[in-house]
C-alpha cells in the first residue's frame, strides 16, 4: 500500500500542516509513504506524485474560511486526471486553524469532499483541527494535545484499512481564553520584534 | 453615490461590459493570477494593513475600506470560490487585525476599520450543484463575520452569469 502525504502550507519550512502530517507518519507503520511539496508547483506535478497511491492524505491551513489558493489551483487542474493516476485512492484531509474552534474547519472539509466527488475518488475521512498555533507548543499526544494525538492515532488506523470514517473536528485541551491570551502577546511580541510600536499595529491605511 | 469594487473571473469578453459601468464602480480582475498567499503573517506584524509582497494584490485590499460594497463573482469551484478569486481574498487579511473577539461564541478576527462594506456574492455555474450552493452560502456567511459585514448577499446563476444581472 502506498500513502500520498501532501503538505499543502503554503509556508516554507515549519508549519502546522507539516507537523500533523509528520506526527501521522510516526503511526503508519509498514507501509510506502510518499511526501510531496504543494506549496507551489501545479497540477501536473500531484498527479505525477500521487500515482499509484491507494490514500492521498492533504494537509492544509484554512484561509478565508476555505482551501488556500496553492492547493486549490492544484486541485482544480488534477481533477479530471487524478481518478487514473490513482484509480484507488481514498481522500483524507487534515486541515487546520488559526482560530480556537476546529469546526471552522467544516467548510474546507465539505470543499475537499466535492473535489473528490467530481475527481471520480472515495472520502475517505476529513479532520478540522482548531487552534493550529499550538501544534508546535507540546508533542501531539502530550498536554494540550492529547485529544489530537489520539485521534492521529484512529486516523491512520483508518487509512491503513482503507476505511472511510465521519469527518470530525477538534479543539485543544487548552482553554480559549488562555489560547487567545497568547496569540495577543505573541502578535504584539513579532511586531515588537520587527521594530513596530503597539499602535502601529492598528494602523488604517 | 454607492461605491463598489467588483472582484471577478469572468472571462474576457463578457469582462470588457463591466468596464464601461460608472465612475463609482471600481473592476478587480483576478485574472491573471495574483501571487498566493505565503502565510508569512507580513500584513500584520510587519507593515500592518499591507502585504509585503508587491504585486498589484495589494490594490484590491487598499480599495476595500473605501468602498459601500464589495462584490464577488466567481465560477463555483468545489463549493466556494475559483483558485483566482480565491488567491485575491487570501491576500487581504490585512484588511482586518492579527486579534481575536468572540462573536455567537466563535473566535472571529477584530476590525481595522470602524465598518466594512456590505459583501455580494454571485456564483455561476451552479447547475446541478445544490449541496455545493448550501456550503459556498455558509462560506459567504462565515467570510461576512472575519470581514466585519453585517449585510452579504448571495446568487446562483446556473450558467453564466449576465452583466445585467449584477449591476442592478
Ligand atoms: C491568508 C490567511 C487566511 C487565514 N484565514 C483563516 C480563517 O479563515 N480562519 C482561521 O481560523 N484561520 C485562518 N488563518 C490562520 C491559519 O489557518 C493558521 O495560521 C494555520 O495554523 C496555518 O497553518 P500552517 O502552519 O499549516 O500553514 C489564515 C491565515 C492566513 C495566512
Redesign the interface.
Given at each position: 500500500m502506498k500513502i500520498a502525504l501532501i503538505n499543502a502550507?503554503?509556508?516554507?519550512g515549519d508549519?502546522a500542516s507539516r507537523t500533523l502530517l509528520q506526527a501521522l507518519e510516526k503511526c503508519l507503520h509498514d507501509t510506502e509513504i510518499i511526501w510531496h511539496d504543494s506549496?507551489?508547483g501545479d497540477g501536473e506535478e500531484l498527479l505525477r506524485a500521487v500515482g499509484g497511491c491507494s490514500a492521498l492524505v492533504f494537509a492544509f491551513?484554512l484561509?478565508?474560511?476555505?482551501?488556500?489558493?496553492?492547493l486549490?489551483?492544484q486541485?482544480?487542474q488534477a481533477c479530471p486526471s487524478v481518478a487514473q493516476a490513482a484509480p484507488e485512492a481514498k481522500v483524507y484531509a487534515l486541515v487546520n486553524n488559526g482560530?480556537?474552534?476546529g469546526?471552522?474547519n467544516a467548510?474546507a472539509l465539505?470543499?475537499?469532499q466535492?473535489?473528490t466527488q467530481?475527481a471520480g475518488l472515495t472520502w475517505g475521512q476529513g479532520i478540522g483541527v482548531g487552534a493550529g498555533g499550538m501544534m508546535q507548543s507540546a508533542p501531539i499526544g502530550k498536554g494540550p494535545l492529547t485529544r489530537l494525538g489520539k485521534t492521529m492515532d484512529v486516523l491512520a488506523d483508518t487509512i491503513l484499512q482503507r476505511r472511510s470514517a465521519e469527518n470530525i473536528t477538534i479543539a485543544p485541551n487548552f482553554p480559549?481564553f488562555l489560547y487567545?491570551q497568547a496569540?495577543?502577546m505573541g502578535?504584539r511580541l513579532?511586531?515588537k520584534n520587527?521594530g513596530?510600536k503597539k499602535s502601529?499595529?492598528?494602523?488604517?491605511? | 453615490m454607492v461605491k463598489r469594487l467588483i472582484l471577478h473571473d469572468l472571462p474576457p469578453q463578457m469582462a470588457d461590459k463591466l468596464y464601461t459601468y460608472d465612475k463609482d464602480t471600481t473592476v478587480f480582475y483576478a485574472y491573471p493570477a495574483v501571487r498566493h498567499c505565503v502565510g508569512c503573517f507580513g500584513c500584520w506584524i510587519k507593515t500592518p494593513g499591507q502585504c509585503v509582497v508587491t504585486d498589484r494584490a495589494r490594490e484590491f485590499c487598499d480599495m476595500m475600506p473605501r468602498q459601500d460594497e464589495v462584490i464577488i463573482i466567481s465560477k463555483l469551484t468545489f463549493g466556494g470560490l475559483s483558485p483566482d478569486v480565491k488567491a485575491v481574498l487570501d491576500r487581504s487579511i490585512g484588511y482586518m487585525l492579527p486579534f481575536f473577539r468572540i462573536i455567537n461564541g466563535e473566535m472571529h478576527h477584530m476590525q481595522r476599520f470602524a465598518s466594512s462594506p456590505a459583501l455580494t456574492y454571485h456564483f455561476y455555474q451552479t447547475a446541478g450543484k445544490s449541496a455545493q450552493k448550501e456550503t459556498a452560502q455558509k462560506l459567504a456567511a462565515a467570510n461576512a463575520l472575519n470581514f466585519g459585514s453585517s449585510k452579504v448577499i448571495v446568487r446562483f446563476h446556473e450558467d453564466d452569469v449576465l452583466i445585467s444581472e449584477v449591476l442592478l
Open positions: 502550507s503554503p509556508k516554507r508549519s506549496a507551489s491551513p484561509y478565508v474560511d476555505g482551501i488556500p489558493a496553492n486549490l489551483r486541485l482544480e482560530f480556537y474552534d469546526c471552522q467548510l465539505e470543499m475537499m466535492y473535489f467530481e480559549r487567545i496569540a495577543h502578535w513579532q511586531a520587527n513596530l502601529e499595529l492598528y494602523k488604517r491605511y | -
